[in-house]
């Protein structure tokens, strides 16, 4: 599209059902700002680790962030090639045959190396951003990180500049014979559902917060 | 404990956190049984790379499988180290601080190489242990895979050896003065909601099938 910062690079080339990749700028920052749980791609020694990870995407960048003791932490700090995914699940896809069954979904992988962010003020907004990421206005409500707190903590930041989308949506796609067939086809949709929020009982007895009085994910 | 066999190695030996870790069998397959969609690391020319796809146990293997002609389902092909992780969250975990927020999870890490299922009746077996996977009694409804059709698709089986799991769940730390804040504390419950199904308009009309009157995952 015109005027779209183009996100594509020779490492995310679309190499497979191209008509589901999208180098669009809005469409992978949507992606990224629904998911809650980032898939996080490291190799240690010629073996990838794929590691579930908390993440924000704040403007061109997305931020991490870990205890400063834990190996993925260590390994990107080291400036390693990482990848960065984010998985949206939207339907079981139901075909008439068992070849043609299909999930549709939306992703974003980004790759590149993270760099580790050190400034402590620039901790600070990151483990805010973090915290609103999940739950948005949930950073003013919470009691800041002390000085002590950030430097167990390790954050890092990557730019979204190698990135794709991929989409899959509709029905299954079916072999014109087969709509003869006595089965049903169509799809189930499948969605992320929040629960009523349970205050723990720990400390003074206090209202369910803004932040959670509408809780759900942009775009939902 | 006594009688389950272990799935620790070296590869999956959990660095941090280890009160989070079980190498307990059990664990790892009711994990691998609820989800939907595994997250697959591999590695080209150094750079990770990270896609979701579906996937099923079948005993003490996992089964992939993808078009012939995609790049990943090549780079497995060869005999690639591969990382398959499949994580479910549970809930998001408001703490009074923004350092102690965290997330609700269950995750399992298997590495290993990935070998090409050859005989065409162990792959037809294979797709529909994978229809199963996602939607039980679905394989014997849908119409069976062509010969055809298995020639297009490549599957691979990862045995479910270098294999760990890892949880989290209860409510955050919490530092014992932040519980004399005025800050609610609590979570709130994250789990995976399935519409009605939705059917596509093609074809004959048939009823919703038994596969799906009661559609949930196990353990859920």
């Known amino acids: ?21 999208s180098h669009e700028r809005a469409v992978v920052e949507a992606i990224l700002d629904e998911g809650l749980v980032a898939h996080v791609g490291i190799v240690v020694d010629g073996q990838p680790f794929v590691l579930p990870m908390v993440y924000a995407r704040d403007g061109d960048r997305l931020l991490l962030h ?34 043609h069954h299909s999930m549709n979904y939306r992703s974003v992988v980004v790759v590149g190396v993270a760099q580790r962010v050190l400034d402590l003020d620039a901790c600070r907004r990151a483990v805010a951003r973090i915290v609103d990421h999940v739950i948005p206005g949930r950073a003013a409500e919470a009691r800041p990180p002390t000085a002590a707190e950030l430097r167990q903590t390790a954050v890092l930041e990557l730019p979204i500049e190698q990135a794709s989308a991929k989409r899959r949506a509709g029905p299954a796609v079916e072999e014109p014979d087969d709509l003869t067939l006595d089965v049903w086809g169509g799809i189930v949709p499948v969605s992320t559902g929040f629960g009523t929020p349970e205050p723990d009982g720990q400390g ?3 209202p369910v917060p803004r932040s959670l009085s509408a809780y759900g994910r942009p775009g939902t």
Chains 1, 2 share one sequence.
């Not at 183009?6 to 497979?16: A, H, Y």
């Not at 993925?72 to 984010?86: E, H, K, S, W």
């Open 1 to 21: 599209m015109t005027g779209t910062p183009d996100t594509s690079s020779p490492l995310t080339t679309l190499k497979r059902k191209p008509e589901r990749g």
């Open 66 to 99: 870990g205890s400063v003791a834990s190996r993925l932490l260590r390994t990107l700090d080291a400036g390693t090639p990482v990848c960065v995914t984010v998985t949206l699940l939207d339907a079981l896809v139901l075909a008439r045959s068992q070849f």
């Open 204 to 206: 003074a007895d206090v």
